[in-house]
């Protein structure tokens, strides 16, 4: 049973910056991939990033492609989403998960087997 920690999250103005990390324990050499969505209040959970965790090949969301970066140490168990300029409309809930396929289906949040509780973040204006 894989467990995903998130931490990192918070308060910052418009065009600053943030970094989620989320460390993953328990089966984690079942991993091939973790993704990181998001949750605004209202609205449905939506894919931000994604990377595959042997070869680390990373996919992102066109609303968050050329400001966020998401990488991974294996060696740690730890995948990070560096968020760069970011805006209000990036305030939300952002979750870690965990895919034991590696699907390319990756935008979709019922592929993931596990889940972090998540981290706020919020960007004012």
């Known amino acids: 049973q894989v467990q995903l920690e998130e931490s990192g999250g918070g308060l910052v103005q418009a065009g600053g910056s943030l970094r989620l990390s989320c460390a993953a324990s328990?089966?984690?050499?079942?991993?091939?991939?973790m993704g990181w969505f998001r949750q605004a209040p209202g609205k449905e959970r939506e894919f931000v990033a994604r990377?595959?965790?042997?070869?680390?090949?990373?996919n992102y969301a066109d609303s968050v492609k050329g400001r966020f970066t998401i990488s991974r140490d294996n060696a740690k168990d730890t995948v990070w989403l560096q968020m760069n300029s970011l805006k209000p409309e990036d305030t939300a809930v952002y979750y870690c998960?965990?895919?034991?396929?590696?699907?390319?289906?990756?935008?979709?949040?019922?592929?993931?087997?596990?889940w972090g509780q998540g981290t706020q973040v919020t960007v004012s204006s």
């Open positions: 328990g089966g984690t050499l079942s991993i091939a991939a």
């Open positions: 990377i595959t965790w042997r070869i680390g090949i990373t």
């Open positions: 998960a965990a895919d034991r396929q590696s699907t390319v289906r990756f935008g979709t949040p019922e592929v993931y087997e596990y």
